[in-house]
């Protein structure tokens, strides 16, 4: 009888601290008008921190067409550390025209096939953004910052009351204006990276420990 | 032939959410350019969005959004601020304008803080 009760408040013991362990593992999102570098983002913290890439890049747009999660990246800043799943996103796009594919050699089957993956890539990507405890809003530091889908997906965030980090990518252009970011959402920190060249990321970690904590 | 088409917020301020992006989304359908007073909510803007990606085909390649809002006057009194908040929240926003066309005519809406420049395909 009493290795029963013992069992059962072993058991119980064991399946609340699951449950809890399960409701910590914090979900970052990456978000972003198309080409604007999340995967090559997403690689980066990944390689830096678990040894492995998370999905292929590509100069032709909307490479990413599915949500894409890495379970369990542990990242240390200092004594710290903070435990979370990565979540890598297609771009979100207001227009996806297939003819736009053929411009990059693309064969019209495959074009038209890249372009239906891609609006089904947009919408799973909105339906992710309730799932989201923090995003990093990655957009093109050399493109106008001023655009619809940067504003639109921001202002969802706000609603959503979801804390936001505003990544100025491809710093190591000669185009690229941080202060221009800055300036369309002075209500954000920006944080200017290179994925390409792995510029400023201790800075980037240091940003999302500060939002995470 | 281009057709533009405003739609005073008066129009849209009592319908609900899914009915406002029906309206607009059946006009942008129609080959129209809409100009509406106002603004949508930001949860409307994306659903526009994840509605015009379940329609994209051969003919229809989505759509091109742009919103211009006037920032608020820093003078503004409290009582007037308070006054707009209530309006917003029962009306919805209809301060500033907002573009909405087909991606088949508009070529590109070309923004900046305090001005919209947009461009037609159409010759």
């Not at chain 1, 639109?152 to 970011?181: F, H, M, Q």
Request: include cysteine; charge should be positive; hydrophobic fraction near 40%.
């Amino acid at each position: 009888m009493i290795t029963t009760i013992k069992g059962f408040f072993e058991n119980f013991n064991s399946f609340m601290l699951n449950f809890f362990k399960k409701k910590k593992q914090l979900r970052i999102g990456l978000y972003g008008p198309p080409n604007s570098g999340k995967t090559s983002i997403a690689n980066k913290i990944c390689v830096d921190w678990i040894g492995e890439e998370m999905g292929k890049v590509s100069a032709i747009a909307h490479e990413t067409r599915e949500v894409k999660e890495k379970q369990s990246i542990r990242i240390d800043h200092g004594r710290k550390h903070l435990l979370f799943n990565l979540v890598d996103t297609p771009g979100i796009a207001t227009r996806i025209d297939y003819e736009d594919f053929l411009k990059h050699n693309l064969k019209e089957q495959e074009a038209k096939k890249r372009a239906k993956e891609a609006t089904k890539g947009v919408i799973e990507a909105i339906k992710w953004l309730d799932n989201m405890d923090c995003v990093l809003v990655v957009l093109d530091s050399t493109e106008n910052p001023y655009s619809q889908v940067n504003i639109t997906i921001i202002g969802n965030l706000a609603a959503r009351e979801i804390p936001v980090l505003v990544i100025a990518n491809k710093i190591d252009l000669k185009k690229s204006s941080i202060k221009k970011v800055e300036s369309a959402f002075p209500q954000y920190k920006v944080i200017g990276v290179s994925a390409l060249k792995g510029k400023n990321f201790n800075e980037l970690y240091g940003e999302i420990f500060r939002l995470m904590k | 032939m281009l057709t533009l088409q405003f739609i005073p917020h008066t129009e849209i301020e009592r319908l609900t959410s899914e009915q406002r992006i029906k309206k607009l989304f059946d006009l942008v359908r129609e080959k129209k350019i809409v100009l509406l007073q106002g603004r949508l909510k930001p949860d409307e803007e994306i659903q526009l969005i994840q509605k015009t990606m379940e329609k994209i085909g051969r003919k229809f390649k989505g759509i091109e959004l742009c919103t211009i809002y006037p920032n608020s006057p820093k003078e503004e009194l409290l009582i007037q601020k308070l006054k707009n908040l209530v309006t917003r929240f029962l009306l919805g926003d209809s301060g500033g304008i907002t573009i909405i066309g087909p991606a088949t005519i508009i070529k590109e809406i070309k923004r900046d803080p305090d001005k919209i420049q947009l461009f037609t395909k159409v010759k």
